[in-house]
């Protein structure tokens, strides 16, 4: 079957868009509907992060640690040969015609010529440079080993000499004017310029070892909830509170963690859990309540929740104008759109269910509608997924019964034609385990064609 038919649709986001609820007339709306935003059992616990910032007094590593370790994996700190150029870029669009190429190329050669000549490289380059990242510098583009820039502008620049200039050499980008500034030969980097790097890697294991000790004695005596504040008190530290938290919950403090969140339900309310080590640190919790049904506070998600109120409050509204068009209007489509000031859209040649229908696209309320509607009623509104919609239908094509029939036959012919295969087989197998049967599939295949 297919349908044509006329309609008016107003879309939801037309009054969506100019909604700025009072903060109280949104919280009153929130707890209107919270049920829609429970996210059921929540737990609530304390807990203690043992990090770095924790025991990183503690631990420390001497200068003579740090030197041995840079003279035995000095091969860690080799440097390559390094560059430091500068360059002015002419750029070339990719779709550039030849006469556009030849201009460019025309002006990374004078810009050359200029420089050999004794102007300021750095001056040019602020004047006619293409590249915004290096103009304001005066083209200097800093040290570089090889293989950083593109193929073209590294084999120029480690091919130069030093206070050399070369060009036009062409690249994706377009042509460049280049200047060797400095050549940096390969080598081993200073010990103070990997100091904070080593100390770094010698201090990680330790502080990972200092965490899992200081949580380790911790965890020793905080048995259940009370000794728990207890021992944070007596020792000094710092302890958090999770808030309230769902099963795909957060952690104030800590962000994403399951493995938090796994072990803060499986706790009892007054247990501790575990050590979990984690990549900050080592944790520990202890289960403080049980809350049955838990909705977050509107604070925690006013976004949302302000957008789910728009579309609330707009699908309403947007309910509410056509349903008004509609009363004032009667049964003239035309007279709705003019008191809605909307166009009236039309569905021809007529469409066949699952078809984009212009504006809402595929919806099934309006395509569910258009198709159970009698031919000339106006039917609505229709809340659809993007618009509230009325609709008349115009015009209504049955299939063709004949030609359904025939298409049911092959259908069934095709389906059935497996079937008579598989009896036929079934029918041979049988023969020849009763008797002394001699099969020619030649003469078989022949006879099936």
């Not at 403080?288 to 707009?314: C, E, H, I, T, W």
Request: hydrophobic content about 40%.
């Amino acid at each position: 079957q297919r349908v044509g038919f006329d309609f008016v649709a107003l879309d939801y986001a037309r009054y969506e868009k100019d909604l700025d609820p009072a903060p109280a007339e949104l919280a009153a709306w929130y707890e209107a509907h919270r049920d829609q935003y429970s996210q059921g059992e929540g737990r609530r616990a304390i807990y203690i992060l043992f990090d770095d910032a924790m025991v990183g007094d503690s631990v420390s590593v001497s200068d003579e640690e740090i030197q041995k370790y840079y003279e035995e994996n000095s091969q860690l700190f080799a440097r390559p040969e390094q560059r430091r150029a500068s360059h002015i870029l002419i750029q070339v669009p990719p779709d550039a015609d030849e006469a556009t190429v030849e201009k460019a190329r025309a002006q990374a050669e004078s810009l050359a010529s200029r420089a050999r000549s004794g102007e300021s490289f750095a001056t040019l380059a602020a004047t006619y440079s293409d590249d915004p990242g290096s103009k304001d510098k005066g083209g200097d583009l800093g040290w570089f080993a090889r293989g950083r820039m593109v193929p073209e502008f590294d084999d120029a620049v480690f091919g130069m000499e030093k206070g050399a200039i070369e060009g036009p050499v062409r690249t994706p980008f377009g042509f460049h004017v280049i200047q060797l500034v400095d050549i940096r030969e390969p080598g081993t980097r200073p010990l103070e310029e990997v100091r904070e790097q080593i100390s770094g890697q010698l201090r990680f294991p330790l502080l990972r070892a200092a965490e899992k000790k200081a949580a380790e004695d911790f965890a020793a005596a905080a048995t259940d909830l009370e000794a728990f504040r207890r021992t944070a008190e007596e020792k000094g530290i710092e302890v958090r509170d999770t808030g309230v938290v769902s099963r795909s919950g957060t952690i104030p403090g800590m962000g994403p963690v399951p493995e938090m969140v796994k072990a803060l339900f499986e706790l009892e309310p007054g247990q501790v859990s575990p050590l979990l080590s984690l990549p900050r640190g080592e944790v520990i919790l202890a289960l403080q309540d049980v809350v049955d049904d838990y909705v977050p506070p509107l604070d925690s998600q006013r976004q949302k929740v302000l957008a789910d109120y728009r579309r609330d409050k707009g699908h309403a509204l947007a309910r509410q104008a056509l349903s008004a068009a509609i009363t004032a209007a009667g049964s003239d489509l035309a007279k709705v759109a003019r008191r809605l000031k909307v166009e009236v859209q039309k569905v021809d040649p007529p469409m066949i269910r699952g078809a984009e229908i212009p504006i809402v696209g595929q919806d099934d309320a309006v395509e569910n509608a258009a198709f159970s509607a009698p031919e000339g009623q106006l039917t609505g509104p229709v809340e659809g997924e993007k618009a509230v919609v009325a609709l008349v239908v115009t015009r209504r094509e049955e299939p063709e019964m004949a030609k359904l029939a025939d298409e049911r036959e092959q259908i069934r012919s095709t389906l059935a034609r497996p079937v008579g295969e598989r009896l036929i087989q079934q029918r041979i197998v049988a023969l020849r385990e009763g008797a002394d049967v001699q099969q020619n599939p030649a003469i078989f295949q022949a006879q099936r064609g």
